[in-house]
Each structure stands twice: as C-alpha cells, then as structure tokens.
C-alpha cells in the first residue's frame, strides 16, 4: 500500500487537479502581471516596455509609501493590540463557566455579519452630525472630545484601524480559543496536583502550548492588514485626501479609476514582493519548536 | 488493489475537470454577456422565430445605466422609454443594468472595455478623457448630425462628444452648478439668499451654534470640490478663461486668482460653511441633509431639480426650495451671469456587439424630441440638451422655473468643467489636489504649483 502512494505517477494524478488550478489560477495571472507591469497598458494595448513604472513608484509616488505605512501599522495594530486581546478573550472565557457558549458567541457574531454591513453601520456610527458616538459624547459632557472620525484626514487611519480590527476580532479569537480547547485536561489537572495557579497555568501550559496557533496568527494578521480592502473602500475610499489608501485600495484605483493598468500591475507586483518577504520573516522569526503532547 | 487505486484516482480527476468545466459553461450563460455569445443568441433568433413569426429576428441588449432608481430622477425617464420602445418593438428585449456611484460605473465600464464587452447602450460622459480609451479600442459606434435632424439638439452639445470629428455619444443633459436653497430655513434665521460670496459668510456666522449646515457638500467624491473650485476661480477672476488656458498651456494656475481663490475656500471650510466632515459625506449623504431640512443650501448640479418632488422628504422642506446661481464676487468682477455648464452626460452604442445596429436604431430613437426631451422635461427630471420649449405645460416647480431662468439669463457659458479637461491618468490627482487643499493639507500658493505641474503633465499625456 505504501509503495502504492510513493509512486510518482500516481501522486502526479493526484496532485494535477489542484496544480492546474493553482497554476491557471495563481501562477499565470501573477506572470501576465508581472509582464504588464513594465508596460504603459491601458487596458485596450502598450507601446512601452521598460521599468519606468517601477522608477515612477520608487522615486516619485509618496501615495505609494503612504498606503505601505498604513498597511503595516495596521498588520502591526492587529499583532500588538487585536491578537493579545484575543488571547486574554480566550483564555478567559474558557474559565466563564456557564457564561462561556454565550460570550463566544457574542464574540464571534461580527465575523459572521458581511464586511459590507459592519462597515456601513461604523460609518453611520461615526458620522460627525449624527453619528451615535459623537452623540454620546455630548450626552454625556464630552462635547470638545467630538471628532470627524473618517473625515478628518489625520484621524480617518485610526478609525479604519479600529474598524478592521473589531471586524477581525472573531476569527483571531475562535482560533485561539479552538487552540486552547485543543489542549488536553490531564496537563491541566497534572499542574493543579503540581500546585499550579490558573495564571502560572496560562502562563507556563497554555502560551507555550499555543505558540504555534500564534505563530499562524500573526502571519495571518500581517498578511491581513496588507490585504485590507473592502472596509477601507467602503467606509472612506482611501480619502480623505489619500490619508487612508492601503496598498489594496490605492492598487484599485490607480489600475480602474486612473487607466492605469500597467501601473497596478506594478504595484501589485510589490505587493506579492511584500508578503512574501514579510511572511518569510515572520517564520523565521518566530521558529520554536514545541513539544508534543 | 492497485489497479482500483488507479481507477480511482482517474475517474476522480475526470470528475474534478468535467465539474470545472460544467461550471464554466454555467457562468458564461448566465453572465451578463450574454447577448454577445453567439451561441446563446442563435438559440434566441430560433425561438424568436417559432413564437412570433410576423416579426423580424428577436433581438435583445443591454442598456447600462448610472441610475440604480428606476422609479425617480432619470432612472424613471430611461425606464419608462426602455419599455415605450419595448412594447411599439414587441422583438426588442432591452435589459438593464445599473451600477452607482459614477466613479464605479465608469471603472466598470474600463474593465468592460478592457474585454471587449462594452454594453450596447452605455451612459457616457463627453470629453476626450472618457471617450478616448473606448475609441481606441474601436467600441463606439458613430453618429452623424443628421442622426438628429430636427430634434431641437443645441448646437455645441455634440461638441464634447466629438473626437476628431466623429461623434461619439449623445448628449442628454445641458448641465450647470447651482445652489439649491431652502429658503424658509434661511428666513426662520433672520436670512435672505445669498447675493455675493461675502453674504455665504454672513450665513455661515449667523447658523453657527444651531445645528443647521449652511450649505450641504459631497466632499467624499471629490468632483463637486472642483466643481466648486471652477466656480469660485470664475467669480474671482471674471470668467472662466483662467482654467481653459492653465489646462490648454496658454496660461497657468501658478496665478494670483488661483492663490486667492484657494484661500477663499479654506476660509469658507474654516468658518464651517460645509459642516463637519464633508470630506466623507457622500452624494446621498448631501442630498439627505438638504432633503430632510438639516441644510440651508445644496451645491450641486442642475440634474437634482427633481429633488423637489421627491417623496422622501418633508413637504415643508419640498415647498420652499429656490434655486440661485454661485453668488457674485464682492467686488462685482465675477458676475452671477456667468454660468458654469457644460454637457455631461450622454449614452453611446457599443459597435462590436451582435445587435449594434438595432441599439443603434434605439439611441436615435430615444433622442426624438417627443421622447427624452418631452419626459425628462415634463416629468421635472432635468434639462434636455434639446430645446424644450413646446413641451413647457406651465405647470412647472418653482425650481424648475428658477433654473430656467438661470440659464436664460446667463451671458457668459464655461464650456467644460476644469476636472473632465485633464487626462484620465492626471484626472484624479487634481481631484486629490483639491480635497487636499480644502483639508489644509497644502497652502494655496503650494496648492496652485501642485496643479499647474498636473496640468502640464496632463496636457503632455493628451498631445504627445
């Protein structure tokens, strides 16, 4: 049977269904645009081949570099806020006993409504006139705290920070909670006969324990935060002023609003370039080995 | 044992192949492109055929529309001739399909045209810059003056829709910026119509402390900025030459009307003339607010004049809305008879799909006078670029009537708008230029630089 599976025929019969997809799907895409990318294209034909389009966003396309920084602070909001959060969620509710099936699903509820109604209901809630935020504020004597939250260009960023990450919150916390679920009992009960507190069994069981769900995690949030699209086109379209564009938006309306298919091509080359390297990083940095249990 | 393996690992592929396929087949028949498949439409001309055979070949097209609301505003004029043309034409199937904002739309429309999947009757918006990609890739079909003779078109409107000499689209809309007024809420306040920029200010000072906007701006498209910005440039410097010539390399924005005019405008966001957060308030967002009587006046275009027939609002707020032109300037240079307007807006016709001539017999059709300019007219939807004048009932809005005479008495046309004269590519810079300006995000003297290097760039993409 063994001998069977080893058989290179057949596990190129296998694989070949799944292959061609990637390839059709993934592979032969990226190479078309990465063709493009030093081409003036249109979208109807190119009379240029050359790196200039690589040159214009290097030297010349502050935008660009804007929307990076936002990418990556909020990969960076999602690892140093969001995530260790959603660690402390879990493990807590683990402990809520009969409050436990409730706060889950509480939790989770966000992640489940589309991206398209979440980010509506936030631009209505914080709306500067008659948004329920700035609302509050005033009932409750706050009034010089009342903000144009998504239309003034030096805050709209936090804002579609806290947005995205309230968004994402369910699916970092359900991992995690799935993760600690996943560990068996007896290490719990071994620690209590070892004199163990719950805190030294969180601390010295359950992170470690739970590093390589994390370790996932934070790759995935990284590479969520560079992926950030539909809640920043939906609640400011990269404005005001392109105070909000993150490599996704920008990469959209350079390519459909402006024409300029060639140039997102570019950028979207950069753009696999940045999550590759990042992802790479991510694991080597965060390389540990843990032991089977 | 092996053998089954085998088997079952080829029969699984198979499978897997055959389902990718079946799901192909699936989508392109029921995609939207499916007048264009040949396939599908043979089997429609056979049907046609069987079912009624006195007419002529069954035809069906897709008319794509920038007016998700079929039941009000222009949407309701496209809709209730689509089916006038539909039930005199028992072979034409005309399906619609819409798509909104207009930036949406026209970034659907590029990815239409990027796959030679340009709808039959498409809205369009004149200028080189909308038309350009399109008739390179030969999509468009072309008319003739003739195409119109004696429908009361205004001469100049083909004009934006004309690319070396050939045209391209139909125009619909003779289009200019006005300011709606609610004038009731200005009296309750002590206040009249603004006459002159200066008066706005007044306005301004006079609602601070009440939660009443002064006027409503959708800041978050950014196109009524420029709009804005075209028409605080012309009453600064009396006219509308300035951008004309900054944009044709004449003449430059690096201009002292230029600086003053950008310093106008952050005064006016300074002094809480748009309310808070404009710059994300959308179209309908600004709409809303002047609608529902939360703002004194409402910056927009001509096109909006059904909004005082619109059922969603008060009544109250309905029967007291005036129309009047962008103030006059303080010291009397730029005069409110200087009216920022052009045309817009217009459809055109695919030229490589299966029923281009038939779509093409159906455009000609909706511009006969007794159609388009008679309903949109009539219904108190907008301004044809067709005279209307045998279709005035005399039952006409106050609002209409005010627009009527705005545009009577105008003595001086802008032609264009500055921001549909740059390139596609420069298009949006400006744009951001101006929301960036109006964000305090730059001075108007670095403001008037920024735009004169973008529309140097622009005039060199346009004229290589």
């Keep these: ?293 | 044992m092996k053998k089954h393996l085998n088997a079952l690992a080829l029969i699984m592929v198979i499978v897997l192949v055959v389902s990718a396929c079946g799901n192909n087949n699936g989508n392109s028949n029921s995609s939207p492109s499916k007048a264009s498949d040949p396939a599908t439409t043979a089997t429609t001309a056979t049907t046609a055929t069987t079912e009624t055979p006195d007419s002529n070949k069954k035809v069906e097209f897709k008319f794509f529309s920038n007016n998700p609301d079929r039941t009000g505003g222009q949407g309701l004029a496209e809709q209730k001739l689509i089916d006038q043309y539909m039930s005199e034409n028992q072979n034409v199937k005309i399906t619609v399909e819409t798509l909104s904002p207009d930036p949406q739309f026209q970034d659907k429309l590029k990815i239409y045209n990027a796959s030679d999947n340009v709808p039959d009757v498409t809205m369009m918006w004149g200028q080189k810059r909308y038309l350009d990609p399109l008739v390179k890739n030969n999509a468009l079909v072309t008319f003739t003056k003739e195409d119109f003779a004696g429908q009361g078109f205004i001469d100049a409107a083909f004009d934006s829709f004309t690319l070396d000499g050939k045209i391209y689209g139909i125009p619909k809309n003779t289009d200019f910026l006005v300011l709606f007024v609610n004038k009731k809420l200005l009296a309750d306040n002590g206040l009249e119509p603004p006459k002159t920029q200066g008066d706005l200010f007044k306005i301004t000072e006079k609602l601070k402390g009440t939660d009443i906007v002064p006027m409503a701006l959708d800041g978050r498209d950014s196109w009524p900025l420029a709009l804005l910005f075209d028409a605080v440039v012309a009453r600064q410097s009396g006219g509308f030459d300035l951008y004309h010539k900054a944009i044709d390399r004449t003449g430059s924005f690096n201009n002292p009307d230029v600086v003053a005019s950008a310093k106008t405008i952050q005064e006016m966001v300074k002094s809480g003339m748009f309310g808070e957060g404009f710059l994300n308030l959308d179209y309908g967002g600004a709409r809303n607010l002047f609608g529902q009587g939360k703002a004194a006046m409402y910056l927009m275009g001509e096109w909006e004049m059904g909004i005082s027939s619109d059922a969603n609002f008060p009544e109250d707020v309905r029967n007291n809305m005036i129309v009047i032109p962008w103030p006059a300037s303080d010291d009397g240079k730029g005069k409110t008879t200087d009216l920022l307007a052009w045309f817009g807006g217009g459809y055109s016709v695919a030229a490589k799909t299966e029923n281009s001539a038939e779509a093409k017999k159906f455009a000609i059709w909706l511009f006969k006078k007794e159609n388009w300019a008679k309903t949109v007219w009539q219904n108190g939807i907008t301004f044809p670029a067709q005279n209307y004048d045998e279709f005035k009932t005399g039952k006409e809005t106050q609002v209409q009537n005010d627009l009527t005479n705005i545009l009577g008495s105008a003595t001086i046309f802008s032609g264009a708008n500055s921001q549909d004269l740059f390139s596609t590519s420069t298009a949006k810079s400006y744009l951001d230029a101006i929301t960036e300006m109006m964000a305090s995000k730059s001075t108007p003297e670095n403001f008037a630089e920024k735009i004169d290097a973008i529309a140097d760039k622009s005039y060199k993409e346009m004229n290589p």
């Design chain 1, 1 to 293: 049977m063994n001998k069977l599976w080893m058989e290179k025929r057949n596990i190129a019969v296998l694989i070949a269904p799944g292959l061609l997809f990637i390839i059709g799907m993934v592979l032969l895409p990226t190479a078309v645009a990465l063709y493009l990318s030093f081409t003036n294209y249109d979208g109807v034909d190119y009379n240029l081949f050359n790196l200039s389009n690589y040159k214009e966003i290097f030297l010349h396309d502050s935008i660009f570099w804007d929307a990076l920084r936002n990418s990556i602070l909020l990969g960076i909001a999602f690892v140093v806020l969001q995530h260790p959060i959603a660690v402390l969620m879990a493990i807590l509710t683990t402990h809520a006993g009969k409050w436990e099936r409730p706060l889950r699903i509480l939790i989770f509820i966000p992640s489940i409504i589309s991206t398209f109604v979440t980010s509506q209901m936030w631009v209505s809630l914080l709306n500067v006139q008659f948004g329920l935020l700035n609302r509050m504020l005033t009932a409750v004597g706050l009034s010089s705290w009342k903000q144009d939250w998504l239309g003034n260009p030096d805050i709209a960023i936090y804002s579609i920070i806290f947005v995205a990450m309230w968004q994402g919150f369910g699916y970092a916390y359900l991992l995690y909670y799935a993760g600690i679920k996943g560990i068996p009992s007896e290490l719990y009960e071994a620690a209590i006969v070892d004199g163990a507190n719950k805190w030294r069994y969180g601390r010295s069981i359950i992170l470690p324990l739970l590093m390589p769900v994390i370790r996932i995690n934070f790759v995935l949030a990284i590479v969520a935060g560079f992926k950030q699209m539909e809640t920043v086109f939906l609640m400011t379209g990269g404005g005001p002023s392109n105070s909000t564009q993150f490599l996704g938006t920008y990469l959209y309306s350079r390519a459909f609003r402006d024409g300029l298919f060639g140039y997102g091509n570019a950028i979207s080359i950069l753009f696999i370039v940045f999550c590759l390297v990042v992802t790479l990083i991510m694991n080597r940095l965060l390389k540990k080995d843990v032991g089977e249990f």
